[in-house]
């Protein structure tokens, strides 16, 4: 892996995509033994997560059911601190287990957001799955249970991750390079 420019940005190797589907197999054995029996609805935050929701899916052999929900708090680099709904849930999630699919938790507010919208909603159970998460970055309270990689607090992009719309289509994850 060399190093990629993705608009004005050099980005530098960090996660290679067989680190990434290893670790997503792993994710899916514990998913499976914790929901066997349940039929748990898996809902894909877009547009990021897509990737990952895609390939954890074709790892679970359990009974389940996937939807997506679309929101948005970002511009460019930088979060915007609010979050609006984008393209909401058809889905009735009453009753359900749900296990929300998100590419990264950083400050954790989109997440913290978005566990307001379905608690309202009454579902069985709630669990968070991310593929990233940076510790040093989050400022919410909240139940990660479900974690891929905990990164550090710099700019990431590829496998589904973008700047300004870009970069998602790559298969591995960069690191935005240091000064």
């Known amino acids: ?14 996660l290679t995509e067989a680190q990434i589907q290893q670790r997503i197999a792993e994710l899916a054995a514990e998913l499976e033994v914790d929901y066997a029996g349940k039929n748990p609805l898996f809902i894909g935050v877009l547009n990021g997560s897509f990737m990952f929701v895609a390939d954890l899916m074709k790892n679970l052999s359990i009974d389940c059911e996937i939807a997506f929900i679309r929101l948005s708090s970002y511009t460019g680099m930088e979060s915007t601190g609010s979050v609006k709904q984008v393209l909401g849930l058809q889905d009735n999630v009453f009753g359900r287990h749900i296990v929300l699919l998100e ?5 954790g507010l989109t997440m913290e957001q978005t566990l307001v919208f379905f608690e309202e909603r009454g579902p069985k159970s709630i669990e968070i799955s991310t593929l990233l998460f940076k510790p040093e970055s ?3 309270d909240l139940s990660l249970k479900y974690v891929g990689f905990e990164i550090p607090e710099k700019f990431v992009v590829g496998y589904g991750l973008d700047y300004d719309g870009h970069g998602r289509n790559l298969k591995d994850i960069y690191q935005l390079k240091e000064a």
């Open 1 to 14: 892996m060399d190093s990629i420019t993705v608009r004005d940005k050099e980005f530098v190797p960090y």
């Open 103 to 107: 590419d990264i938790v950083d400050s």
């Open 138 to 140: 989050l400022e919410k």
